[in-house]
């Protein structure tokens, strides 16, 4: 019973193993020109359903007041999409003289350019300068992987033009007009994304067990595994250390904020923008496989240091407290 129980809060990650086990035994069905027809219901159609979703479910109105916080979103900002990159690029100048799989760890350095994810940092990641993961993110994966990409640069920005700010903009839009209804019925936003997400993860493998090509070995994903978890604890500590800092001048809750959405990526807007950058590529999913592993691992960590990191902000926000000098 208790099984089943975590299996229902689980429910994504079940559907992840779902997904890849059902394309490994029948791929025919979603790759391309298949009865799936992912060139047209995944590239299009699933990807413009993420984000109009988000555009419908994200509070623009709450912005204003996340404004008085520049300075913690700076940093954010400027960790997640320069600092983070770069250091795994420099990471990864050392792990290529390994025998590790070389389309993982071009993986690797993909979610190294991923944004935050926008169900636990939308405010924080919209704050500063808009859509900037949209714009972003695509320039540092051309920038650090170069011509992996088999599709043309014009080609990847009207695409995400299309099928990613369009369907965010009117979803804006359409939210204006049906704000008090979605405020009231609080529609399942996050299912519904992730359920598309399913869609493009189990079409994105089934364009890989269908290449006979390609070939994963399972050394390299298990040193993968721990180079990820190994890449979070170690970057968590560091933005720990940097916030907490005397002169940084941020709060126990800003430390707490800059610890989870400096380090966690999203996978909901990083496998649509992968399936767009990458289009036609036969190692897609090789690719995808580090952010696959990522998204999980967050959530692990994150479920177990929660209780720590809680208690040592109570505990520092009392320390304050009781340094104030009375009146």
Known sequence: MRLLERMRKEWFMVGIVLAIAGAKLEPSIGVNGGPLKPEITVS????????????????TEELTSALVHIKLHLFI????????????????QLLSITPINEWLLKGLQTVGCMPPPVSSAVILTK???????IIITPLLLLLFLGSSSSVPFT???????????VPLIIGQIVRRYIKDWLERKKPPFGAVSSSVLLMIIYTTFCDTFSNPNIDLDKFSLV????????????????????????????????????????????LTLGIPMLKIVFAG????????????????AQILLGSVLVPTIKSWMVSRQKGVKLTRPTV
């Open 44 to 59: 299009y159609i699933a990807v413009a359903t993420i984000f109009f979703n988000s555009g419908l479910s994200l509070k």
């Open 155 to 165: 080609s990847i920005f009207s695409q995400l033009f299309m099928t990613v700010v």
């Open 223 to 266: 040193l993968i595994l721990f180079i990820i978890f190994s890449i979070q604890l170690s970057f968590m500590l560091l933005t720990f250390i940097f916030s907490t800092r005397n002169n940084s001048g941020f709060t126990p809750a800003d430390t707490v904020a800059i610890i989870f959405c400096s380090t966690h990526k999203s």
């Open 77 to 92: 900002q400027i960790f997640t999409l320069a600092f983070f990159p770069t250091a795994i690029w420099l990471f990864l």
């Open 281 to 296: 590529h036969e190692h897609l999913s090789l690719i995808s496989v580090p952010l696959l592993i990522y998204h999980p």
């Open 127 to 133: 704050a500063v300068g808009g859509n900037e993961g």
